[in-house]
């Protein structure tokens, strides 16, 4: 928080913040709602407009003043300035928050307005108001939070897909609710080859992307990060994929599915074929 300047006017400064990159719409509406406001309430009081801090693809966990464009407006703001937010709910991540944030705002004589709420912070009767609010807006986050965990659980339980990506092993088809796992022969072979260059050939783990990079064997699948612009896999995305073939491929629950499960003399005699039709043969070169 800057030093306070007798000789300069209360400023108004606006916040908005949205959570994703694609909620640019957000925060455009809340600062028209914000500037609007200004205009109609503020700028008649001898009040200078500032600036509208707006954060985006921030979280509500994070501490309003720890955020990126938070931690600007708490160094310009000085006693007198007004801030300005759209709804209650974008600068505090728990009830507990907003009291000890509002509560330090208020000893520095800045006035904090909601424009959802019609409520004098400065009023032990708007004060009590405001909390009944975020108590609420609390529990909201917390059942909505319990119900994400539930059906993440329950997902998990039967071996659905819970995330953008797939184990190490498996492919994810279909399209959000329709979206299943199917075994991927591909990254299952890959899998067998670094065991097989791990415990065959004794290969460092720093060895083996340059083996399998040697063969065209590429980090191209989902599963492996790539280490450079050639998409060489790296050291443990490599560490990785042996765990999954270790271990059987499991699935989020643990649960393995055996009758998918190669032994690496199937795929170095015939190939591994996946539910796609594809096949994925060992190369040409490789230890056998």
Same mark, same amino acid.
């Given at each position: 928080m800057s030093q306070p300047n007798p000789? $300069?006017?209360p400023h108004a400064w606006g916040y908005c913040r949205a959570s994703t990159e694609k909620q640019q719409i957000t925060n455009e509406a809340q600062e028209q709602q914000i500037t609007k406001y200004f205009d109609y309430k503020l700028s008649t009081e /001898? =009040? %200078? @407009?500032g600036f509208c801090f707006k954060d985006e693809a921030e979280t509500s966990r994070t501490p309003w003043s720890d955020r990126r464009q938070g931690r600007l407006l708490f160094e310009v703001v000085q006693p007198g300035d007004h801030i300005l937010v759209a709804v209650h709910d974008r600068p505090f991540r728990s009830m507990k928050d907003a009291m000890n944030t509002i509560e330090h705002l208020i000893a520095?004589? =800045?006035k904090v307005h909601f424009l959802n709420l019609n409520l004098d912070l400065s009023d032990p009767m708007g004060m009590a108001m405001f909390q009944v609010v975020m108590a609420f807006a609390q529990l909201e986050r917390g059942m909505i939070s319990k119900r994400t965990k539930e059906a993440l659980a329950w997902k998990r339980g039967h071996g659905l897909p819970t995330g953008r990506r797939a184990p190490i092993g @498996? $492919?994810?088809? /279909?399209a959000k609710r329709e979206a299943m796992l199917v075994p991927d022969g591909k990254a299952r072979a890959r899998a067998y080859l670094i065991v097989e260059l791990r415990e065959s050939r004794c290969l460092a783990w720093e060895d083996i992307p340059e083996a399998l990079q040697a063969q065209g064997i590429l980090g191209e699948t989902e599963h492996y990060r790539r280490k450079d612009a050639s998409g060489k896999m790296s050291v443990q995305s490599v560490m990785n994929a042996y765990k999954a073939a270790k271990s059987g491929f499991p699935l989020a629950n643990g649960e393995r599915? #055996? %009758?998918f499960d190669w032994e690496p003399e199937l795929w170095r005699a015939w190939g591994v074929a996946?539910? /796609?039709g594809e096949t994925a043969t060992l190369p040409a /070169?490789?230890? #056998?």
């Open positions: 000789n $300069r006017l /001898g =009040i %200078a @407009w520095y004589n =800045i @498996w $492919r994810k088809v /279909g599915q #055996t %009758a996946d539910s /796609g /070169g490789m230890p #056998t």
